[in-house]
């Protein structure tokens, strides 16, 4: 084979063939010769560096050793099958178990030579043991590929090891891949950037991080890699937003009206704060341009998110426009409507309710009013994204809590006029910076970081089963103040029988402690009928109930100002997001309001850490970076749905300064050379022209 290159099969390389390609293929998603060399190690073992026995500890996240293997057993049956052996040092004996693979190993390894052995300490009864350590006759060690201090560490499967492709088979794969396509390697960062931010060149970095000799070129290297995968996301994600503000016209609100100014001037019932002031100008400038507008609002709970969308809707109507508002589930749609009629009153404009309970006469009418346009704005769940509902003339649409609608909604509502309408994105917590960069590096973003005034902050407490009969005698005396108290019960699957369970078997001793008829308590959850679960929440809205138990269908966005305190029942199952929005249902009002997270005794360290945030914070922002350190990117919710995410080796978790970095670089670029014309940057429009939009709202139905 001659030409081998970065997009060669896999099974062409040698020593691959097609047993081992497929191998690669299930396990790896290795396709090709390029694929294989992306697939970098995932850490790397310090070869330099040997502990004695003694000095092990279950700490540790690895260590090597180097000893004489002085016995090995098999112990056990079936399940409990194992094999074990006794490691020695000058210092001391530590034991060695494997699980899987016990004939080759007892084949393969010899009892009483000394062995490089590589491993985590752990500790059981005690004792300190290490679990399918690695294992390097001291001897062959000197022949190694490389020879190397940082030795690389590969992930590797059971399958894998069957073909001989542990992390020892895959670095002789790297090797033989690295040396046949060595010549065809290319650069596809420009120079001039290269040299500005002083980054390795490519096929040194390549080399560098399967092969490191040292562990500064290795951090240069790793830091190349990184820099090149966010630049490019970066670089597509922000094509992507100018290829929007060209492509498609705007409808243009040049003038701020009777409606907005009547709201304004007459109905607010509040002052706005100078965040909520300065975001309505942003969109109010925006949509003035002649471009379509797409903006992120970030607002943390109770920031209000909604009065802003309020009035960016009568900002449209009163250009000549309909605007809606999508939210995520039908109590929030409901609720949104009420408050929204109450405050617009009867004279400024008409609004109207659409969700799956809307009767098919009230559809019919309303139907018929949208394609009028004698109905201004449309509320609802995503009803309104069907095919039925047409609009006569929509100019802005607003979507709340957008973590729950993916991008195709997006782009159903962008399709309800010929010119696109304006699109403004209301997350329901904060989203950590880097996450906003990439999931939503195509609009623009508003921050509203600034609650209204006089809000006293929650305090929030952590109670473990113990304190439960304080937790009830605090809920007694709240309610005998006239406030109202929330509990909430971790339903994680709607369908679980055993949350069910928990649910009722929570409130029959509810009803036991705060009986009727001094007490009055509502339920709501998931599983009820919608006309049932509004019957609920009304009672509690009017206060004749003074206790709401619920699961998280109240998570997001409910609002009852009277209720001051929430509960929040096994709070270490809950997310960090997940806690700080149902925090978030109290502190509406003007009283004190508290947060008593109930947990049992056993946490894990992730729940602990959680937990110990929440009673820390009220800062949305804050706890959405802890979130974010604490999951890692690919658990937060919204990301699974968008391919960008997908790295090979950044982490937005860990890596917020080079994205940032890279971010910038695209944004300087950009303003210099809008098209990428220019010769140096003949790379990045090659690139570009290469691959489709990130998202191709064109090609979405
Ligand atoms: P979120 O940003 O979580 O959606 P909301 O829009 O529901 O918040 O607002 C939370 C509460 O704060 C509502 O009761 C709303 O009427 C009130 N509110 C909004 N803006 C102000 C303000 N500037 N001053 C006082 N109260 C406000
Ligand atoms: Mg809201």
Not at 108 to 130: C, H, R
Not at 220 to 237: D, G, N, S, T, V
Not at 577 to 585: A, E, I, K, N, Y
Request: net charge positive.
């Amino acid at each position: 084979m001659a030409d081998l290159s970065l997009i060669t099969p896999i099974e062409y390389l040698k020593g691959v063939g097609p047993q081992k390609a497929d191998v690669l293929k299930k396990e790896l998603q290795i396709f090709t010769i390029g694929d294989l060399l992306q697939n970098y190690p995932f850490r790397y073992i310090d070869r330099t560096k040997f502990y004695k026995v003694q000095q092990l500890h279950p700490d540790l996240v690895g260590a090597q050793v180097l000893g004489r293997l002085i016995n090995l057993q098999e112990l056990g049956e079936k399940r409990s099958r194992r094999l074990v052996g006794q490691l020695r040092d000058d210092t001391g004996m530590i034991e060695l178990v494997w699980f899987q693979s016990i004939t080759w190993l007892k084949k393969n390894l010899k009892i009483g030579s000394v062995y490089i052995v590589y491993g985590k300490p752990t500790e059981f009864n005690g004792q300190l043991s290490i679990t399918h350590p690695e294992m390097d006759l001291y001897n062959s060690h000197e022949k190694k590929v490389g020879n190397m201090s940082m030795q690389p560490v590969y992930s590797s499967t059971e399958k894998l090891k069957k073909f001989n492709l542990d992390t020892k088979g895959i670095q002789r794969l790297q090797q033989t891949a690295l040396e046949t396509v060595f010549r065809t390697l290319q650069e596809s960062i420009p120079n001039y950037i290269l040299e500005r931010h002083r980054l390795l060149p490519y096929p040194q970095a390549l080399v560098a991080i399967h092969f490191p000799q040292q562990v500064n070129e290795l951090n240069a290297a790793i830091q190349r890699l990184k820099f090149e995968e966010l630049f490019f996301i970066q670089l597509r994600l922000l094509r992507n937003k100018q290829l929007n503000t060209q492509r498609y016209k705007g409808h243009r609100f040049d003038q701020v009206g009777d409606k907005f100014n009547t709201f304004f001037a007459e109905r607010l019932p509040f002052p706005l704060t100078n965040a909520q002031k300065r975001v309505v100008k942003e969109i109010r400038l925006d949509t003035n341009t002649g471009a379509q507008m797409n903006r992120l609002v970030q607002g943390d709970v109770g920031s209000g998110k909604t009065i802003v969308a309020l009035m960016s809707m009568l900002l449209a109507v009163d250009n000549g426009y309909q605007a809606c508002m999508m939210a995520p589930t039908e109590i929030l749609a409901i609720q949104h409507y009420k408050g929204l009629k109450e405050l617009l009153g009867e004279d400024i404009c008409t609004i109207k309710l659409l969700t799956g309970s809307t009767s098919v006469k009230e559809r019919r009418i309303l139907h018929q009013e949208l394609e009028e346009g004698t109905l201004d704005i449309l509320i609802g769940t995503h009803a309104l994204i069907e095919d039925k509902v047409k609009f006569k003339n929509i100019g802005f649409v607003v979507i709340d809590e957008q973590h729950r609608f993916g991008v195709e909604q997006r782009a159903k509502l962008w399709r309800k006029n010929s010119i696109p309408p304006h699109m403004l994105v209301m997350t329901a917590t904060p989203i950590p910076r880097t996450l906003a960069m990439t999931l939503y590096g195509d609009l623009d973003i508003s921050i509203i970081d600034e609650l209204p005034a006089g809000r006293k902050p929650i305090k929030t407490v952590h109670f473990f089963e113990s304190s439960r009969l304080r937790m009830f005698g605090f809920m007694r005396d709240e309610i005998a103040k006239g406030r109202q108290v929330y509990i909430v019960f971790p339903l994680i699957k709607e369908s679980e029988k055993l949350d069910l369970l928990y649910l009722e078997a929570g409130l029959e001793n509810l009803q036991r402690e705060f009986p009727l008829p001094q007490y009055k308590i509502s339920i709501v959850h998931g599983k009820m009928p919608v006309k049932d679960k509004d019957f609920e929440m009304q009672r509690f809205v009017k206060g004749e109930t003074q206790i709401m138990v619920a699961t998280t269908v109240i998570e997001v966005g409910v609002n009852v100002p009277n209720a001051s305190v929430m509960v929040i029942e096994n709070a270490e199952r809950f997310g960090l997001s997940q806690l700080h929005q149902l925090r978030g249902r109290v502190g509406r009002g003007a009283e004190q309001s508290y947060c008593i997270l109930m947990s049992g005794n056993k946490l894990s360290k992730d729940g602990r850490q959680r937990l110990e945030t929440m009673v820390r914070t009220n800062d949305g922002f804050e706890i959405a970076e802890v979130d974010l350190q604490l999951r890692g990117p690919g658990d937060i919710s919204g990301t699974q749905q968008s391919g960008v995410l997908e790295m090979k080796i950044a982490n937005l978790a860990s890596d917020q300064a080079i994205l940032a970095e890279a971010r910038e670089t695209v944004i300087e670029i950009f303003k210099e050379d809008p098209s990428l014309s220019s010769e140096k940057n003949r790379l990045l429009a090659n690139y570009l022209n290469q691959r489709s939009p990130l998202f191709n709202w064109d090609k979405i139905s």
